[in-house]
C-alpha cells in the first residue's frame, strides 16, 4: 500500500536525464570503488540521449546546453588506471551510431570533443582496449559527410595539417588481428569517399600519403614470404598449399582494397595510388620479365611476380595499370640485338600511367611501319617513356631485350623454357592481358588474341605470327616420354584449346604428329587404369565429372586463378605411391582425354579414332567394357 503512493520515475524524461547529468558532474575522481557508478551514469546517458533522439528534442537541446560531451572527455581525463576507457568508448560508439539527426550528429562533430577523445593518450597493453578504440573511430567514421569531415581536421592558416581521425587510425593498418585492419581500411575508405577539397590536399601530402607506399611494401613482403614458402624444404606439399592459400588470400584482400580506392572518382588520389603500385610494385616485377631474370634485387621470383601480375589484372578494371602491364608485354615479343633507336626520341615525359597507350600511338604516327625495324624502334620509344615516367629509366644502362643469350628475350623466353611453371605462367600472363576489356585497342591489335579472330585482322599482330610456335611448344610437353605431372599436363592442355579456339586454324604437319602422339599416350594411360580396382567406376565417373569438366574447358583466363602456378612451383617430388593419388590421377588423365577429344572435333585435318577403337592400339585388346554406357554417359 505504502509503495503505491511512492511517484515512479520516467527513466527516460528530460527531468530524470537533468538528474543524471548534474550526478555526473560531481564526479571528480574515477577509481575502482566508484568505476560501476560511472559506468551506470554514462550508459543511462547514452540510453536517454538516443531515445530522445527519436522521441523527445528536448533532451538533445539539454545534451547540448549541459555540454554533456565535454563530461565525458572530463571523464576520460580522471579515469586514471580504473580501466574506464574501453566502456567509456563503447558507449560513445552506440550514442554515434544511433543518433540520426543530423543537427545532433553536427553538434558531436563540433568543439573538438570527438579530436579530443580520439588523440587522449591511452595505454595500449595488448589488452582489449585496442578493438573497442579502432571500433569507435569506425563509427565515428561512419557519420561523417562532406559538410562535417571539416569538424574533425586540424587547420593552420588554411591549410589542413592534421586528421586525429585518419592519423590515429593508420597506427593499427598492420595490426595482427585481421578484424582490426579490415575496421581501419572500412574507415579510410569512408574518408576518401566524402573527402572535401582541403581533406584531399591533406591526404595526398608527403606526410599523409606515406600509407600508401606503405601499403605497398606490405604487400611485397606478402610476395616475399610466398617465395619463401615454394623454396621451403621441410614441408609437405600439403602444408605448403595451406600456407600459399592463406598468404595468397591476404595479397587479394590488398588488391580489392586498391582497387576500392581507385573507384573513387578523386583524380588526385587514383594518381597517387597509381603511381606507388607501379613504381613499387608493378615495374620490378616486369624489370625480372624483361630481364630475363628469375628473379629479381629484391630475391622476388619471377613465379611470384607472374601470379601477382595476373591476379592484378584479374582484380584491377581501371585501363591504367592494365595498358602498364599490356605494353611491357609487347616487348618480350621483341627479338633481341636490336639498336636502341629510342635514345635520340624527345623524352616528353608522360602525366598519367595509362600514356604508355597514348605513346604508343605517337609512336606509331612518327615512323613507318612498313619499314623494317620500325615496330622495334616503337617499342623500344613506348618502353623508354614508360621507364622516364617512372623515374626507373637508371635501372637500364642498354636496351633490356639486347645481348639475351636466349632466342628471344622476356616474357616470350620464358614460353619456351624448360621450366615448365615459368611456361604456363608467361602464357596465363599473355592470355589475361588479352582477355582484358580495358585493354587500348591497338595494344589488343597487336597482341591478336581474343579481340582479333579472322586472318586479315590479324595482320600487323605482333604475337599472331609466333602461335604456331607456342602451341609447338605446348605439344612437346603433352607428348613427353615419359609424361610429366598430371597438373601440367592439365593445364598445358588448357591453354592449347584456347590457342585453338582463338586462332581457329589447322595444325601444321609436324604438330599434327605431336597432337596425335599425345592422344595415344592420353589413351595409354586411361587403358592402363583398367586393370585397377576402380575400373567399374569410370562410367560413373566420367557422368559426374563431365559437367565440372566441361566448365573448366570454357573458362576465361580471367575467371582461372592463377594459383595452379605457385602449385606447380613448389612440388618437387610430388606424392605417388598411395592410392588416393593414383585415383585422382586416373580421374585426371580422363579430364585431358575428354579435353583431347573436343580439340580433335575443333580440327578438320585430324580424324579422331572412334571409342570402340580407343583402347586397340598396338594390336591391345582391352577387357570388356560397355563402350555404349560410357559415350551415353558422355552424351
Known amino acids: 500500500?505504502?509503495?503505491?503512493?511512492?511517484?515512479?520515475?520516467?527513466?527516460?524524461?528530460?527531468?530524470?536525464?537533468?538528474?543524471?547529468?548534474?550526478?555526473?558532474?560531481?564526479?571528480?575522481?574515477?577509481?575502482?570503488?566508484?568505476?560501476?557508478?560511472?559506468?551506470?551514469?554514462?550508459?543511462?546517458?547514452?540510453?536517454?540521449?538516443?531515445?530522445?533522439?527519436?522521441?523527445?528534442?528536448?533532451?538533445?537541446?539539454?545534451?547540448?546546453?549541459?555540454?554533456?560531451?565535454?563530461?565525458?572527455?572530463?571523464?576520460?581525463?580522471?579515469?586514471?588506471?580504473?580501466?574506464?576507457?574501453?566502456?567509456?568508448?563503447?558507449?560513445?560508439?552506440?550514442?554515434?551510431?544511433?543518433?540520426?539527426?543530423?543537427?545532433?550528429?553536427?553538434?558531436?562533430?563540433?568543439?573538438?570533443?570527438?579530436?579530443?577523445?580520439?588523440?587522449?593518450?591511452?595505454?595500449?597493453?595488448?589488452?582489449?582496449?585496442?578493438?573497442?578504440?579502432?571500433?569507435?573511430?569506425?563509427?565515428?567514421?561512419?557519420?561523417?559527410?562532406?559538410?562535417?569531415?571539416?569538424?574533425?581536421?586540424?587547420?593552420?592558416?588554411?591549410?589542413?595539417?592534421?586528421?586525429?581521425?585518419?592519423?590515429?587510425?593508420?597506427?593499427?593498418?598492420?595490426?595482427?588481428?585481421?578484424?582490426?585492419?579490415?575496421?581501419?581500411?572500412?574507415?579510410?575508405?569512408?574518408?576518401?569517399?566524402?573527402?572535401?577539397?582541403?581533406?584531399?590536399?591533406?591526404?595526398?601530402?608527403?606526410?599523409?600519403?606515406?600509407?600508401?607506399?606503405?601499403?605497398?611494401?606490405?604487400?611485397?613482403?606478402?610476395?616475399?614470404?610466398?617465395?619463401?614458402?615454394?623454396?621451403?624444404?621441410?614441408?609437405?606439399?600439403?602444408?605448403?598449399?595451406?600456407?600459399?592459400?592463406?598468404?595468397?588470400?591476404?595479397?587479394?584482400?590488398?588488391?580489392?582494397?586498391?582497387?576500392?580506392?581507385?573507384?573513387?572518382?578523386?583524380?588526385?588520389?587514383?594518381?597517387?595510388?597509381?603511381?606507388?603500385?607501379?613504381?613499387?610494385?608493378?615495374?620490378?616485377?616486369?624489370?625480372?620479365?624483361?630481364?630475363?631474370?628469375?628473379?629479381?634485387?629484391?630475391?622476388?621470383?619471377?613465379?611470384?611476380?607472374?601470379?601477382v601480375l595476373c591476379r592484378l589484372l584479374q582484380v584491377f578494371d581501371g585501363t591504367n595499370l592494365v595498358n602498364v602491364i599490356g605494353s611491357a608485354?609487347?616487348?618480350?615479343?621483341?627479338?633481341?640485338?636490336?639498336?636502341?633507336?629510342?635514345?635520340?626520341?624527345?623524352?616528353?615525359?608522360?602525366?598519367?600511367?595509362?600514356?604508355?597507350?597514348?605513346?604508343?600511338?605517337?609512336?606509331?604516327?612518327?615512323?613507318?611501319?612498313?619499314?623494317?625495324?620500325?615496330?622495334?624502334?616503337?617499342?623500344?620509344?613506348?618502353?623508354?617513356?614508360?621507364?622516364?615516367?617512372?623515374?626507373?629509366?637508371?635501372?637500364f644502362d642498354s636496351s633490356p631485350l639486347e645481348n639475351s643469350e636466349n632466342e628471344w628475350g622476356g616474357i616470350f623466353s620464358c614460353i619456351f623454357s624448360r621450366n615448365h611453371s615459368l611456361m604456363l605462367g608467361s602464357l596465363m600472363l599473355l592470355f589475361t592481358v588479352a582477355d582484358s576489356k580495358d585493354l587500348h585497342y591497338q595494344l589488343a591489335a597487336k597482341i591478336g588474341f581474343s579481340q582479333v579472330k579472322t586472318a586479315s585482322e590479324m595482320i600487323g599482330s605482333t604475337v599472331a605470327g609466333h602461335i604456331q610456335k607456342i602451341v609447338n611448344q605446348l605439344l612437346k610437353v603433352l607428348a613427353s616420354e615419359p609424361p610429366l605431372s598430371v597438373p601440367i599436363l592439365l593445364h598445358a592442355a588448357w591453354f592449347l584449346r584456347k590457342l585453338l579456339v582463338f586462332l581457329d586454324q589447322k595444325l601444321e604437319d609436324n604438330d599434327c604428329h605431336l597432337f596425335k602422339t599425345s592422344y595415344e599416350v592420353s589413351c595409354g594411360h586411361l587403358y592402363e587404369e583398367f586393370d585397377r580396382c576402380w575400373f567399374d567406376h569410370i562410367p560413373d565417373v566420367l557422368k559426374s565429372e563431365w559437367a565440372n569438366c566441361k566448365t573448366a574447358l570454357e573458362e576465361s583466363s580471367q575467371s582461372k586463378d592463377p594459383f595452379f602456378l605457385l602449385e606447380l612451383a613448389s612440388i618437387q617430388n610430388p606424392p605417388s605411391g598411395s592410392m588416393a593419388f593414383l585415383l585422382l590421377s586416373s580421374f585426371l588423365l580422363l579430364f585431358i582425354f575428354l579435353l583431347f577429344y573436343l580439340c580433335c572435333l575443333l580440327l578438320k585435318s585430324i580424324v579422331l579414332p572412334p571409342a570402340s577403337f580407343l583402347f586397340n592400339i598396338s594390336g591391345n585388346t582391352g577387357p570388356a567394357f560397355d563402350w555404349q554406357r560410357m559415350v551415353d554417359c558422355v552424351k
Open 1 to 307: 500500500m505504502w509503495r503505491s503512493l511512492w511517484p515512479t520515475i520516467d527513466r527516460f524524461s528530460l527531468h530524470h536525464f537533468r538528474y543524471i547529468v548534474n550526478q555526473l558532474r560531481e564526479i571528480r575522481v574515477v577509481d575502482k570503488r566508484n568505476r560501476e557508478v560511472v559506468l551506470d551514469l554514462l550508459q543511462s546517458i547514452v540510453e536517454i540521449v538516443t531515445y530522445g533522439d527519436r522521441h523527445d528534442p528536448a533532451i538533445f537541446e539539454c545534451f547540448m546546453e549541459f555540454q554533456v560531451l565535454a563530461e565525458f572527455v572530463r571523464i576520460l581525463k580522471i579515469g586514471g588506471n580504473s580501466g574506464i576507457e574501453a566502456p567509456l568508448l563503447q558507449y560513445l560508439s552506440i550514442m554515434i551510431q544511433n543518433v540520426e539527426n543530423e543537427h545532433a550528429i553536427y553538434y558531436c562533430f563540433s568543439n573538438g570533443y570527438i579530436n579530443s577523445v580520439i588523440s587522449h593518450h591511452y595505454e595500449f597493453d595488448g589488452g582489449d582496449l585496442i578493438p573497442y578504440y579502432v571500433s569507435f573511430l569506425r563509427t565515428v567514421s561512419g557519420k561523417i559527410g562532406r559538410d562535417t569531415i571539416c569538424l574533425l581536421v586540424k587547420v593552420h592558416q588554411d591549410t589542413a595539417i592534421s586528421l586525429p581521425l585518419y592519423d590515429e587510425a593508420l597506427k593499427f593498418a598492420n595490426h595482427g588481428e585481421k578484424m582490426i585492419q579490415i575496421a581501419v581500411r572500412a574507415l579510410t575508405l569512408n574518408i576518401y569517399n566524402v573527402a572535401d577539397e582541403m581533406v584531399y590536399q591533406f591526404l595526398t601530402t608527403p606526410t599523409a600519403s606515406a600509407y600508401f607506399s606503405s601499403l605497398i611494401l606490405n604487400l611485397k613482403n606478402k610476395c616475399l614470404h610466398v617465395d619463401a614458402i615454394i623454396n621451403g624444404v621441410k614441408e609437405s606439399f600439403h602444408e605448403k598449399k595451406r600456407d600459399l592459400l592463406s598468404e595468397t588470400d591476404r595479397i587479394l584482400d590488398d588488391f580489392y582494397y586498391l582497387k576500392d580506392i581507385l573507384c573513387i572518382p578523386e583524380q588526385r588520389l587514383n594518381k597517387l595510388v597509381t603511381e606507388n603500385i607501379v613504381n613499387m610494385l608493378i615495374l620490378p616485377m616486369l624489370l625480372t620479365l624483361l630481364n630475363n631474370r628469375l628473379s629479381n634485387d629484391t630475391g622476388l621470383s619471377a613465379i611470384t611476380c607472374l601470379y
Open 329 to 395: 608485354v609487347l616487348f618480350s615479343f621483341m627479338p633481341p640485338n636490336v639498336t636502341d633507336a629510342a635514345e635520340s626520341v624527345v623524352s616528353a615525359r608522360l602525366e598519367q600511367v595509362n600514356g604508355l597507350a597514348v605513346c604508343y600511338q605517337e609512336g606509331e604516327e612518327m615512323v613507318d611501319l612498313q619499314h623494317e625495324g620500325a615496330e622495334n624502334f616503337m617499342m623500344n620509344y613506348v618502353l623508354k617513356h614508360s621507364l622516364e615516367f617512372t623515374e626507373l629509366s637508371s635501372c
